[in-house]
């Protein structure tokens, strides 16, 4: 069964400190999606991209995070300088371009097994 | 308002016993929806998408009502392993909107 792939699993790093994370998602899956989770909260959705298109970033701190997919396959996701609050799951997950199946959608995100970054 | 809001628990039921979840969700134009279980620390899986007429699989049995915007996720004869959190999931306009999910523990 085909999966999303990220890595690290795991990364720990101090404040101020750049890090990085690698996602690639299933063969022939057009939408790319970062989240963050926190512990006890749904995903928060960070970037999504259409391809190697930005679709929505609005929730994206700019300041800080940068994303890319250059080829629109395999995408980067980082964070220069990380801080305290960042701490979290970041899960990567992808999808196919939404369509129909009789007369039910066919857009199933599936989730990579996501970094666990810790900032200390 | 939040996109899509569901009870957060916990959930503390026997084993074998039923356990329905409920999630309401703000957009009426949100086009499908689905329930993904996630265990402790781990990535989200789906469980099952659900469909307007309603489907089950197994134990499962998932519900969508349009009219008042809310979908049902029902758990017969739970297991110790339905342990889990359960995230409600709607597509809007392209994009997923995550509830905040509900904690379920299963009991000797």
């Known amino acids: 069964e085909a999966e999303v792939a990220q890595s690290p699993r795991y990364k720990i790093t101090e404040k101020s400190q750049a890090v990085a994370f690698w996602c690639d998602p299933i063969s022939g899956h057009a939408t790319l999606y970062w989240y963050r989770q926190i512990l006890g909260q749904g995903p928060e959705l960070l970037v999504q991209?259409?391809?190697?298109?930005?679709?929505?970033d609005s929730q994206l701190p700019k300041d800080r995070f940068s994303a890319e997919r250059l080829k629109g396959v395999d995408s980067t996701l980082k964070i220069q300088p990380a801080e305290l609050g960042d701490s979290a799951m970041y899960l990567c997950?992808?999808?196919?371009?939404?369509?129909?199946?009789?007369?039910?959608?066919?857009?199933?995100?599936?989730f990579g097994p996501g970094t666990r970054l810790t900032v200390l | 308002r939040k996109e899509v809001e569901q009870d957060p628990g916990p959930f503390n039921v026997p084993e074998g016993a039923t356990v329905a979840f409920n999630c309401t969700y703000s957009n009426s134009a949100s086009q499908s929806f689905f329930w993904y279980r996630q265990d402790c620390r781990k990535e989200p899986k789906l469980l099952m998408s659900?469909?307007?007429s309603g489907n089950e699989d197994g134990r499962f049995t998932a519900q969508l009502n349009r009219a008042s915007q809310y979908i049902s996720l029902l758990i017969r004869d739970s297991k110790l392993s339905d342990s889990a959190t359960y995230l409600c999931?709607?597509?809007?306009?392209?994009?997923?909107?995550f509830g905040t999910g509900t904690s379920l523990t299963v009991i000797p």
């Open positions: 991209f259409q391809d190697e298109s930005v679709v929505d």
């Open positions: 999931v709607v597509n809007a306009g392209n994009q997923f909107y």
């Open positions: 997950a992808s999808s196919t371009f939404p369509s129909w199946l009789a007369g039910e959608p066919t857009d199933t995100q599936y």
């Open positions: 659900v469909y307007s």
